[in-house]
């Protein structure tokens, strides 16, 4: 149990272009889920905190008009990257988290976002 | 604000035990110690988490000291496939955001 998936595992984009990521808990409901970004040899850097039904809340730095967050459901949130530019190239991971029992988080596998 | 501190890495022995220590010395009484581990190009994988007691499952063992200072992950017979970048994380109890440092690069020698 507690999977959460993401797509797509990988994506190339020009520059100027959006893109947009999913990531949906298969086996769960997330109440609320979580937006990460990885540069390479660096550690995971929250982004944005989503709850089911209500607007993101965004880490101090993160532009909330360039990376968009949607949860529109249970177990889908959903992150575009709008305008991309080459320093956006990056690997995003989500997070879900249940509301039930101890509510641990679970990652998603994560998506390699490349702009060119 | 780091509230961790965690040795940069550590080599291991194929089937020995990995002890992976982890300081939290500004611990509050009701903030959990959480492990995670993310194998290279993946996402991080929950391992175990604990409060006070000691805590055991099929991955591995938690030790809290006494004064929840500091705290030891251990693996029991570790293998190739343990080899990865091992978190130890401080979180309040109602705040879920997980703030990861730099963590333990631990790598598995056959």
């Known amino acids: 149990g507690a999977v959460v998936s993401q797509h797509p595992s990988r994506v190339i984009c020009k520059s100027g272009t959006s893109v947009k990521i999913e990531c949906r808990s298969l086996?769960?409901?997330?109440?609320?889920m979580f937006w990460y970004r990885q540069f390479p040899k660096q550690s995971l850097m929250l982004m944005a905190t989503?709850?089911?039904?209500?607007?993101?809340?965004?880490e101090q730095g993160v532009e909330k008009d360039k990376f968009l967050i949607n949860h529109a459901s249970l177990t889908l949130s959903t992150l575009t990257v709008t305008s991309a530019h080459p320093e956006d190239s990056s690997f995003y991971i989500c997070?879900?988290?249940?509301?039930?029992?101890?509510?641990?988080?679970?990652f998603g596998p994560g998506t390699r976002l490349t702009v060119t | 604000d780091a509230k961790t501190t965690q040795p940069t890495s550590m080599d291991c022995a194929e089937g020995r035990a990995a002890n992976l220590p982890c300081n939290h010395s500004?611990?509050?009484?009701?903030?959990?110690v959480y492990w995670y581990r993310q194998i290279h190009s993946q996402g991080p994988q929950y391992i175990i988490h604990?409060?006070?007691n000691n805590e055991t499952n099929e991955m591995a063992s938690l030790i809290i000291t006494e004064d929840r200072k500091s705290s030891t992950l251990i693996l029991p017979h570790a293998t190739l496939r343990d080899t990865a970048v091992y978190y130890c994380?401080?979180?309040?109890?109602?705040?879920?955001?997980?703030?990861f440092g730099a963590g333990t690069t631990v790598t598995v020698r056959a």
């Open positions: 997070s879900a988290r249940s509301g039930q029992g101890r509510g641990e988080q679970y």
């Open positions: 086996d769960f409901q997330a109440t609320t």
């Open positions: 989503s709850n089911e039904g209500s607007k993101a809340t965004y």
């Open positions: 500004t611990i509050s009484g009701n903030e959990y």
């Open positions: 604990g409060l006070k």
């Open positions: 994380i401080v979180r309040p109890p109602n705040d879920y955001k997980l703030s």
